[in-house]
């Protein structure tokens, strides 16, 4: 199967980058699984060995151009895989088979296109939708340790609300727990400082250092207050055998079962899970993760898509 992946950016990215680091992984499972790879990004992007790049200008990189890419007999593929709506009226005049990830929640009364597929259960329910497939990752990428630390880490866009820095400080702060805080960026960090006697500021991590961080964490903290979508981090602490101390919202109850960390309903809970953690063999959990949330894994779901895409 010939697969377009339509994300036009820089690959990989500089930073935290999640939609831009699963669309890498979709595109090495999608090799690994015998088909030619395409993504449409910008022209000096570094994409997996065996996948094939489009470039696209960063000035160019409107929807669009895939029609004017079919007018000159330059698009031969058997799907695009489209990762945010395209803009009106692409998909129907492209006249190629297409799905669209939607990785965001989206407003009331908002339309999607043809085939979309959503990141849980939980995120397509709330959208009108059954479809969904579950984002994965690259097991290579990231270690486990047998030995963990006595911090806690909350790993999230600190200056994002709805991720909850600030409940994480306190619920911490009330359990008596150390905490590690990275992503996101140092002005929102100065703004709470007042909070953070006895916190650690690790900054916006990536690579080796996040991979370090995430194995060997007690546990991740996730306390958020809205529906997630997903939760990549998630699925990158069991992966790296951390169990997951999170908000049961959203995805949260499909990701995070009594086996691999604690869901919470309360502030009070919160508290109590910090106080007795949980205590999980590492390899159980990375094993669950591979099982569930690889970028095989993802690649083999996707590939159902495409395929109902094309006969439909």
């Given at each position: 199967?010939?697969?377009?992946?339509f994300?036009?950016?820089?690959?990989?990215?500089?930073?935290?980058g999640?939609?831009?680091?699963?669309?890498?992984?979709?595109?090495?499972?999608?090799?690994?699984?015998?088909?030619?790879?395409?993504?449409?990004?910008?022209?000096d992007?570094?994409?997996?060995?065996?996948?094939?790049?489009?470039?696209?200008?960063?000035?160019?990189?409107?929807?669009?151009?895939?029609l004017?890419?079919?007018?000159n007999?330059k698009?031969?593929?058997?799907?695009?895989?489209?990762?945010?709506?395209?803009?009106?009226?692409?998909?129907?005049?492209?006249?190629?088979?297409?799905?669209?990830?939607?990785?965001?929640?989206?407003?009331e009364?908002?339309?999607f296109?043809k085939?979309?597929?959503?990141?849980s259960?939980d995120?397509?329910?709330?959208?009108?939708?059954?479809?969904?497939?579950?984002?994965?990752?690259?097991?290579?990428?990231?270690?486990?340790?047998?030995?963990?630390s006595?911090?806690?880490?909350?790993?999230?866009?600190?200056?994002?609300?709805?991720?909850?820095?600030?409940?994480?400080?306190?619920?911490?702060?009330?359990?008596?727990?150390?905490l590690?805080?990275?992503?996101?960026n140092?002005?929102?960090?100065?703004?709470?400082?007042a909070?953070?006697?006895?916190?650690?500021?690790?900054g916006?991590?990536?690579?080796?250092?996040?991979?370090?961080?995430?194995?060997?964490a007690q546990?991740?903290?996730?306390?958020i207050?809205?529906?997630e979508?997903?939760?990549?981090?998630?699925?990158?602490?069991?992966?790296?055998?951390?169990?997951?101390?999170?908000?049961?919202?959203?995805?949260?109850?499909?990701?995070?079962?009594?086996e691999?960390?604690v869901?919470?309903?309360?502030?009070?809970?919160?508290?109590?899970?910090?106080?007795n953690?949980?205590?999980?063999?590492?390899?159980?959990?990375?094993?669950?993760?591979?099982?569930?949330?690889?970028?095989?894994?993802?690649?083999?779901n996707?590939?159902?898509?495409?395929?109902?895409?094309?006969?439909?």
């Amino acid at each position: 199967m010939k697969v377009l992946l339509f994300h036009p950016c820089q690959l990989p990215p500089k930073d935290y980058g999640g939609v831009e680091r699963v669309v890498l992984w979709l595109a090495q499972g999608l090799f690994e699984r015998g088909h030619e790879v395409t993504i449409a990004a910008f022209p000096d992007s570094k994409l997996p060995q065996g996948v094939n790049l489009l470039p696209v200008e960063p000035t160019n990189k409107n929807a669009n151009l895939l029609l004017a890419l079919k007018l000159n007999q330059k698009l031969n593929y058997d799907i695009v895989h489209f990762m945010a709506p395209p803009e009106e009226g692409v998909i129907e005049k492209l006249g190629i088979p297409s799905v669209t990830t939607i990785h965001g929640n989206g407003v009331e009364g908002e339309v999607f296109p043809k085939n979309s597929i959503f990141l849980s259960q939980d995120h397509a329910r709330r959208h009108g939708s059954q479809r969904f497939v579950y984002n994965g990752i690259n097991p290579d990428e990231y270690k486990i340790s047998i030995k963990k630390s006595d911090s806690f880490l909350f790993l999230s866009k600190t200056s994002w609300k709805v991720k909850n820095l600030r409940g994480a400080i306190r619920y911490c702060k009330e359990a008596r727990v150390i905490l590690k805080i990275a992503g996101g960026n140092r002005p929102y960090i100065e703004r709470v400082k007042a909070w953070l006697s006895g916190f650690s500021w690790e900054g916006a991590v990536t690579g080796a250092k996040k991979a370090e961080l995430l194995s060997e964490a007690q546990a991740l903290i996730f306390p958020i207050i809205w529906d997630e979508p997903f939760g990549l981090v998630v699925i990158e602490a069991l992966m790296s055998g951390t169990p997951v101390i999170a908000r049961s919202r959203g995805s949260l109850t499909e990701l995070v079962t009594n086996e691999v960390g604690v869901l919470c309903k309360s502030d009070e809970e919160f508290v109590h899970a910090l106080k007795n953690p949980p205590r999980m063999s590492p390899e159980v959990l990375r094993s669950y993760a591979i099982e569930k949330f690889s970028h095989r894994r993802m690649a083999e779901n996707y590939e159902k898509s495409y395929k109902e895409a094309i006969s439909s």
